[in-house]
Structures are given as C-alpha cells and as structure tokens.
C-alpha cells in the first residue's frame, strides 16, 4: 500500500520539489540518479513506501486501495506522481485507506473503539486538515544575486532584469486574476517595471514577455503550474519579529506553531540594535520563541507568554480577530486544553484558563472553518455549548465558521434527514458541512476565499446538483458539478 506522506512542505524546504500541492493536485517528484543512502533519507523523510521509487520509475499507473497515481516522465532520469484531490468521492479517501502522518499511522475509521473508550480528534479530520491545506501559514521571500520585488507598505514595485529589446512586458499573478493586458510593465534602461497596490498576503505571478510566459527567474519561491513550468511566489509581510540584543550571538533563529517548530530554518538577520527577521503570516493565533546559538528564549519584549501542558513557556501573537472558547463547569478538573484544527490538534499547547464558571481561553483565528474539541483531564470532549458538529459517538468534533461570506442554500427536501454540502472548497468530504434545517429547506453559511469552486448536495446520500444554479460543468462521473465563483 502507498503510504501518503505530510504535504506541508515547507516553502524553504530544501526538499520542496519532491512532495507539494498545486491546484488541488498532489504531486510526488523522484529522481533515479540519488544514491541509496539519500534514497532512504528521502523515504524517511517523506514516508515513502520503498516499493513506489521503483514502480514509478517503470512507468506504472499506482493505486492504493482507491488512489489512482498518474506518472509521468520529465526526463529521462525523474519521474513526476500526481493525483487530483478535486476527485469524485469514491475516488478520495476510503475507510481502507492508510495515512501515515508525522511518523503515525491513521487509520479514517478505526475498527472498534480503544480500550479507554477515548478516541482523540475525528481521524478524517486531521488527515483532510493535512492533504487539503495547500501551505503552511507562513512565509519567507527568498531571491538569487539580485532581488526583484520591494515593498512600500500596500506599494508593491516589480522589476524584470533584461529583455530590453523586446517590445512588451505584463505582469499577470492571483493579485489580478491571471490578467494578460491589467499590468503592463514600463521600460528602464535595465529591465521593466511596474508598481502595484496590493494587501498583505502570498501572491503567484508570471511575466508575459511578448506573449511568452515565463516565471521570475531571480525568485527562489516557485511551485509547480500544472502546465510543465513553474509560478513565481512573492510574500507581502505583515509582522516583523525583532529580537534586541544579543549581538555577540553568532546564528538566531525564529521558530514556532507555524513551521512546527524548526529550530534552524528561519534564520534572523542582524541589525544595529539586534535581530530581525520580517515574515507573512495567515491570521490566528501561533506560538513561538528565538533560538540563540542553539538555547531556546521566549520574546523578552513580548509579555504574552503561557505554558504549555508540560510547564514550558512560550510566547504568543496573533493576526486578526479574537474567539473566546469557554467551557462550563468542570470546576474540579485539574486541566482543560483546548485543541484543533486551527493548532493541528496539539495536545499540549493551548492551555485554557480557570475562571469563576469554568475555564476560558482567547484566542485569534483567521476566516474560516475550525473544527475543535476540549481534552478534560485527558478525556477528549466536544463543546457542549456548540450544537454544530461533525461525526458522532466518539468520532464527533464540534465545529465554527469564522468569517461566513457565503451561504448555500437547498430549498425542500424538507422530510431529509441528513443534507450535506461538500466540492473542492473542502475536498469533497461527505460528512463535514452538515447543512441546518431552514423554513424553506436547508442552508449553510461558510467562509470561502475568492476563487472558483464546484460543488453538490448530498441528500441522505444522493449526490445532485444546486437547482437554483445554472452554471454547472462536467465531471469524470458524467453527472455533473455545480459552479460557484466567489469574488474579492
């Protein structure tokens, strides 16, 4: 069986080529000339199966259980995997199918429950959380000799070194929706150029040079276009950490929740007073400290710090609007943490606080859908006060929307007993997106980022399409999927 390894590659990834995600495709890279040794590094690393380096290199179509790999040669010596995640239902994940995440092995359905009756998160959840979030929530631009984009707050200034005679240069990237005539670039005695306004976020861009698309050749961050080549990645920062003092160190990191706690990835550059290190990150909530010359601090200039489950200190920021989770009751429990989607379900990070009537904890979350659950002395639970979960029995997780944007609707079927919603905002999971009972049939509100989606409902388990939507297109089943395109 093909053991799927954690997708979240970093984008400073030494090895980022071998695993990524790029429009709702996955792809695995492999390379027949690494030697045995980086061979089993490379498994190890990525948890490959030692039998798929070698069926792939023979060209063979790979399936596990119900994963259908496509291959394909980009030369004679590495072979490129891929597989669509906007997949049809049957052809995603299965109860049969095994995960291995972070060195352990997920099992979607488990067999029975375990002895102590306590599962932890619904499994389906943290694997989905894994294979559908495309990045991690962080990152670091990262140029060759000359660096080609500078900032000035929202001002965003481009600069294409070169092609000085060719006749027209455009820029085109997410910020304008893949425009081919929006941007034009002005000519300089060096290159081209062009400034735009655009708000703090990760972009992907091309150039167009006299119709020609090429990616930015003095830019590090790229990721595959599903088209044999290759987009540009530009961050625009909006947080800056700083570290005072300590000039004498010779190395400082930064290292937190949103890398997983690299110790030596983001390096900090020195500074006059210091060390500092400007980054782009997604709004919530992430815990981080400095590694000076190998000892691990907390911000000396940050007074927002907490213990973890084990007593160590680290300190806190966040980007966007604060949640208070509460908890009721349960004055004699010893410890309640609160654990989910938003922290990959860390079981010893987010200590709530005791308060008079129970225990409370804020926190800040960017836009979108979390699912949760309190662990009570090490007993899992969902919240009791949220009526919106997912799953049952032991599997059931509660859940919130952050920032709805859009609503979907489904009028009658007012005898269902289940409708769900799912398409490629979600994976097509068929149990998360349980639409509520309205008076005029069911709806569900949820936050969706600016783009094109296809969806269905599932109507106690008949898949159809939305029939108050006309823009519908085809799909590998023959039946069809609605279209939605949500605008910025």
């Not at 979030?133 to 294409?160: A, H, M």
């Not at 005679?165 to 929706?177: A, W």
């Not at 709805?404 to 609707?409: G, I």
């Not at 007993?417 to 349980?434: A, D, L």
Request: glycine residues 8%.
């Amino acid at each position: 069986m093909l053991l799927i390894a954690s997708i979240h590659s970093s984008a400073q990834d030494k090895q980022q080529n071998i695993c990524y995600v790029n429009d709702d495709v996955m792809y695995l890279q492999l390379d027949d000339r690494w030697s045995d040794t980086h061979k089993k590094e490379i498994e190890g690393l990525y948890h490959i199966d030692s039998s798929l380096m070698s069926q792939a290199f023979a060209g063979r179509i790979l399936t596990a259980d119900s994963l259908v790999w496509s291959v394909s040669r980009v030369d004679e010596h590495i072979v490129t995997l891929s597989k669509s995640l906007s997949c049809k239902p049957s052809a995603c994940l299965n109860p049969t199918d095994v995960v291995l995440v972070d060195d352990k092995i997920i099992v979607p359905q488990p067999p029975s429950a375990p002895a102590n009756g306590q599962w932890q998160p619904h499994a389906l959840s943290l694997i989905f959380s894994i294979l559908f979030d495309k990045q991690l929530p962080y990152g670091i631009n990262e140029f060759k000799k000359q660096q080609t984009i500078s900032t000035d707050g929202d001002t965003v200034t481009f600069f294409l070194p070169g092609y000085t005679d060719i006749k027209e240069v455009y820029l085109s990237g997410t910020f304008n929706n893949w425009s081919t005539l929006q941007q034009p670039m002005q000519k300089r005695p060096t290159g081209w150029q062009v400034k735009i306004r655009i708000p703090s976020g990760r972009y992907l861009y091309k150039f167009i040079v006299d119709g020609r698309w090429i990616n930015d050749p003095y830019n590090k961050q790229k990721e595959h276009d599903g088209q044999g080549g290759f987009n540009s990645i530009f961050y625009n920062y909006n947080h800056v950490f700083r570290l005072d003092a300590y000039q004498n160190a010779h190395k400082v990191f930064l290292t937190g929740s949103f890398n997983n706690w690299k110790p030596d990835q983001l390096k900090m550059t020195k500074t006059n007073t210091g060390w500092e290190l400007p980054i782009y990150l997604d709004e919530g909530t992430y815990a981080y400290k400095f590694v000076v010359d190998g000892q691990w601090i907390t911000d000396p200039a940050n007074r927002n710090y907490r213990a973890d489950a084990g007593g160590n200190l680290n300190s806190f920021m966040g980007i966007g609007d604060s949640i208070i989770f509460r908890l009721s009751g349960f004055d004699s429990a010893n410890q309640v943490i609160l654990a989910g989607s938003f922290n990959r379900w860390s079981t010893d990070e987010l200590v709530m606080n005791k308060v008079k009537d129970g225990w409370e904890l804020p926190l800040v979350l960017g836009k979108g859908y979390y699912e949760y659950k309190f662990i009570v002395d090490g007993k899992w639970m969902p919240d009791p006060a949220n009526p919106n979960t997912v799953g049952s029995g032991d599997y059931s997780n509660s859940y919130l929307i952050n920032g709805a944007n859009h609503t979907f609707k489904l009028s009658g079927f007012s005898e269902a007993g289940k409708v769900i919603v799912t398409g490629s905002f979600n994976g097509w999971q068929t149990e998360n997106y349980r639409m509520n009972k309205a008076a005029d049939g069911w709806e569900f509100s949820a936050y969706l980022k600016p783009g094109k989606y296809t969806y269905k409902f599932i109507v106690d388990g008949t898949w159809l399409l939305d029939p108050a939507n006309d823009l519908w297109e085809p799909n590998v089943e023959g039946t069809g999927n609605s279209v939605l395109w949500v605008e910025p």
